[in-house]
């Protein structure tokens, strides 16, 4: 307790940096330009062509984060029964493109995906017909999927390799097949990962604006793209605030309803 100064310096960091910049977008998305209260800001976001971007919005955060349990899962399940060695160079090659800038990340799959990109280069020299795969919405996904899915490997992977491997061999020792030893015994255990990876997913794929912006060429418009818009275009800075006060509430019910199910923050025994 006597080195408590030593933590000052960051507590001044999160009031300058963190506090201040919420407690700025709050008092904007409550007032005018003039700085008078007002709830007008949030009215008019329930009109029905925001309602539609919000909806569109959580719509794809939802699959892409489905998408990412699905592929997630069992990649981390993988790499846990692995040795360490070959452990570690599996998640570093793993990893290694998330040390590449997002927008470089990004604008990759536009080489891969456009008119003229790799895959409708191999396709037309096969003989068949290039295909539309940029600028919709499965461009999208497939983006969101790509640059999120190290979000839910990793926090699976760190509670698979804690788990008791003696718990599994008492559940093979008394009879249970091999389903049954990952439904009761393993996927409950690595709930607490699934629950995190769910939560990393999910809030960035909600507010992302850069791959919608690049893989749907501006006409897929997600709420990440409304405050963009508003801050840097329409200088609406209130409406903006206002938007990212109640894209924050969406996350935190979010986190809220998923914290229901994370019982056990270690994975170290049943629940």
Not at 157 to 167: A, G, R
Not at 199 to 206: G, I, R, S
Not at 247 to 255: P, Q
């Amino acid at each position: 307790m006597k080195l408590k100064w030593i933590s000052y310096p960051y507590v001044f960091w999160m009031i300058l940096f963190i506090v201040i910049p919420l407690m700025l977008v709050l008092v904007f998305s409550f007032t005018t330009g003039n700085l008078s209260f007002t709830l007008e800001n949030f009215q008019k976001f329930f009109q029905p062509l925001y309602l539609k971007v919000l909806g569109k919005s959580v719509d794809l955060a939802l699959k892409s984060t489905l998408a990412c349990l699905i592929l997630g899962y069992p990649i981390a399940m993988i790499i846990s029964k692995e040795s360490i060695k070959k452990r570690n160079a599996m998640i570093l090659l793993f990893v290694l493109p998330m040390w590449m800038n997002f927008l470089l990340r990004t604008y990759a799959w536009m080489t891969l995906l456009g008119k003229n990109g790799v895959i409708n280069f191999l396709l037309t020299k096969m003989g068949f017909e290039p295909l539309n795969l940029l600028y919709n919405d499965s461009a999208v996904l497939m983006g969101m999927i790509y640059n999120f899915l190290p979000f839910m490997v990793l926090p699976i992977y760190s509670v698979l390799i804690k788990i008791d491997k003696s718990l599994i061999e008492a559940a093979e020792d008394l009879g249970a097949s091999k389903l049954e030893v990952f439904s009761k015994v393993i996927f409950p255990l690595s709930l607490p990962g699934v629950i995190s990876g769910i939560t990393m997913v999910f809030m960035p794929a909600l507010s992302t604006f850069v791959i919608s912006r690049l893989l749907g060429g501006g006409q897929y418009y997600l709420i990440g793209n409304l405050v963009e818009q508003q801050f840097l275009l329409a200088g609406d800075w209130n409406f903006g605030s206002a938007i990212s006060i109640i894209m924050m509430i969406f996350i935190l019910i979010a986190m809220i309803i998923t914290s229901k199910f994370d019982k056990d923050k270690e994975g170290g025994g049943l629940w």
